[in-house]
C-alpha cells in the first residue's frame, strides 16, 4: 500500500533552543572574563579542595578554585541543565513531562540563588 501522507521532519537537535538560554549563556561567559581585584564576600570563602564526582569516580573538583569561579561554573552547568531538560521535555508525554518541569523548576529556582550571590557580591558598576 502506498502512503498518501508524507512522514513529518524530523526534529533537529538545537530547535527547541530560546533566546533567554543564549542570553544567559553569554552573561556566564562574561562573568567568567570579568574578574574584579574589589574584595567581596566570596573572596573570604577559602577555595575548593579536591572533592570526587560520584560514588567510586575518576573524576573531581580541582582543588585552588575560588568561591566565585566555582559558582559561576556552578551557575553554568545549572543553565546546561535546564537546556537538556527542555529538549528531553520536548520528546516527554504524561507523567514524564510533569516529572522532569519538576525538576527544571528546582533547577532554575537553584540556578537563581546561586546567580543572586554572585550579583550581590559583584561590585555596582558591572551588575
Known sequence: M??????????LPGQFRTPEH???????????AAHSAE????????DTVPTSVGHQSMFSVRPGIN?????????LLL????QVSDEITERASGVERGLIWSMIHSVE?????VD???DANRP???R
Open 79 to 82: 543553565d546546561c541543565a535546564v
Open 124 to 126: 555596582a558598576q558591572t
Open 39 to 46: 574584595t567581596s564576600i566570596l573572596n573570604s570563602l577559602k
Open 67 to 75: 568561591a566565585e569561579e566555582a559558582l559561576v561554573h556552578v551557575s
Open 2 to 11: 502506498k502512503k498518501l501522507v508524507p512522514d513529518p521532519p524530523l526534529s
Open 22 to 32: 543564549d542570553i544567559d549563556t553569554q552573561r556566564i561567559r562574561l562573568a567568567l
Open 109 to 113: 529556582m537553584a540556578r537563581a540563588v
Open 116 to 118: 543572586s550571590l554572585l
